[in-house]
């Protein structure tokens, strides 16, 4: 199928995985199952926003107590008086500005400097209201999210869970450490791993290495707990590729075979019997990046219960196109701002993705699709 239609079908083949509760802390990466809506009002009372001088109507001013931050009670104020306070104190009644102490001019308990109505006073709700939506259901849980999420009082999220993945890398010719010798190769793929699949929002839970044979990889398989099983180096139909035969005796459904893209058009995706979600990678490295970025990233966010992001258009067609296949090129942009496929870019290579800013999603020829950009991690 075409390039689109197959990452469209991995989305669709993942659904988001249950709603959990979670504390605050464990709920970073996530995915929110729920709109968040504040707690109380933000801020909850008028705080002054500097540190200096609450004061009431026109200087000068009697200075007539202190209100520290976390306070609970302020005097009211009257006109002409004025009260010294800390940045985020509860402000007296009646206060109508602060004056900041860079423009302030105290006299023992005489008091004068510019201030305009209003000046430099938080108040209550004017950030949000009770009741009020702060982020809708499927925003992903940033830092600055769980921030606003303890400003608006929750101590706890429902959100659907970061997808756990299980990676299986196969290959009798394949060396993780050191100097391979010759007929071997080292393994690239298993470093990229990690990496990618927490960019993608998902938390890879073990690597594991397996030799080219159907009895060995259907194990593997049988016995990886994981919401995304990764296969790399066993999805196409040569003698040593049998993650198709495991799939058959798993039972699993095909919702992708293949895919017409380059590099990395042999992928597969199958769902199996159990719920989990099996994912056949290329063995060549940039087309296993690839593989992943077609199946897996739209996988991980269909579990995540998040939409797929529509990739960004650019103008620019000069960009080799292949006859019958999506081209995804590892690309830069030059001085003149055009954009460039980089060299090192064959399946097997890693040296020209590595210095990418991006993958060109390039239609085949005689499509009215335009270029689109796919980001990378880093």
């Not at 197959?6 to 709109?35: C, F, K």
């Not at 073990?206 to 066993?234: H, K, M, R």
Request: proline share 9%.
């Amino acid at each position: 199928m075409s390039w689109d239609d197959a990452r469209a079908r991995a989305h669709a083949a993942a659904r988001p995985l249950p709603a959990v509760h979670v504390e605050l802390a464990a709920a970073s990466g996530a995915t929110l199952a729920e709109p968040l809506t504040s707690l109380v009002d933000l801020p909850s009372f008028d705080r002054s926003a500097m540190d200096g001088y609450a004061v009431c109507g026109e200087g000068p001013w009697t200075v007539v107590g202190e209100v520290l931050a976390g306070s609970s009670s302020a005097p009211r104020l009257t006109r002409g008086q004025a009260c010294e306070v800390a940045t985020g104190a509860l402000l007296p009644e009646a206060t109508t500005a602060v004056l900041p102490y860079e423009n302030a001019v105290r006299e023992g308990r005489q008091l004068t400097g510019p201030v305009s109505p209003g000046g430099h006073i938080r108040r209550a709700g004017e950030e949000c209201g009770t009741g009020e939506p702060l982020a809708p259901s499927g925003a992903v849980v940033s830092p600055q999210l769980l921030g606003l999420a303890a400003a608006a009082g929750h101590d706890r999220l429902r959100v659907h869970p970061k997808p756990r993945v299980r990676a299986l890398v196969t290959g009798d010719e394949v060396c993780v450490a050191g100097i391979p010798p010759i007929g071997q190769v080292r393994d690239a793929i298993g470093p990229m791993l990690p990496g990618l699949v927490d960019w993608a929002g998902g938390t890879l839970t073990a690597t594991t290495y397996l030799p080219d044979s159907t009895t060995a990889l259907a194990e593997g398989l049988a016995q990886a707990e994981a919401d995304v099983i990764l296969v790399s180096g066993s999805s196409s139909i040569g003698p040593a590729d049998h993650l198709r035969d495991c799939i058959d005796r798993l039972g699993g459904q095909l919702w992708v075979d293949g895919v017409r893209c380059r590099p990395g058009h042999p992928q597969a995706l199958a769902a199996l019997p159990d719920g989990r979600l099996l994912i056949g990678l290329p063995g060549n490295p940039l087309a296993a990046l690839v593989g992943f970025l077609t199946l897996v990233v739209p996988a991980i966010t269909g579990l995540r219960g998040a939409a797929l992001d529509d990739l960004p258009a650019v103008s620019d067609s000069s960009l080799p196109r292949h006859p019958t296949s999506t081209r995804l090129l590892p690309i830069r942009t030059e001085n003149n701002g055009r954009l460039a496929a980089v060299n090192h870019h064959a399946s097997a290579m890693l040296r020209g993705v590595a210095m990418a800013e991006a993958l060109a999603v390039v239609p085949p020829e005689g499509s009215d699709c335009p270029v689109r950009l796919h980001g990378l991690p880093g």
